[in-house]
Nanobody, 126 residues
């Protein structure tokens, strides 16, 4: 059974940090690029960061560049999103998603992912 399970969300003050985890099972993670997406209340789901299947290529959107870092440990079948200098506008449900790829690149396109997790809520507020 394919599963992606996010964890690590919670309430944090502005300027704080959180590390999200995405635990994968039921499919060969090392054949898949992984993306992190988020959806704020009343807004569309948007891509945040992605990482290629071997971890050699990463991409982050301008809104989080320099603050969020994506990484993966294929041996532990887990992908991480380290979020620093959090802002209230980062408040959202964060999802991880997987896309099978033959190359070592990634894209944060919500329309092309094969599997999705159910999300974890991040709230940035004082």
């Amino acid at each position: 059974q394919v599963q992606l399970v996010e964890s690590g969300g919670g309430l944090v003050q502005p300027g704080g940090s959180l590390r999200l985890s995405c635990a994968a099972s039921g499919f060969p993670l090392d054949s898949y690029a992984i993306g992190w997406f988020r959806q704020a209340p009343g807004k569309e789901r948007e891509g945040v960061s992605c990482i290629s299947k071997n971890g050699g290529y990463t991409y982050s959107t301008d809104s989080v560049k320099g603050r969020f870092t994506i990484s993966r440990d294929n041996a532990k079948t887990t992908v991480y999103l380290q979020m620093n200098s959090l802002k209230p506008e980062d408040t959202a449900v964060y999802f991880c998603a997987a896309r099978r790829r033959v190359d070592n690149v990634c894209f944060v396109s919500r329309n092309n992912m094969d599997y999705w997790g159910k999300g974890t809520l991040v709230t940035v507020s004082s």
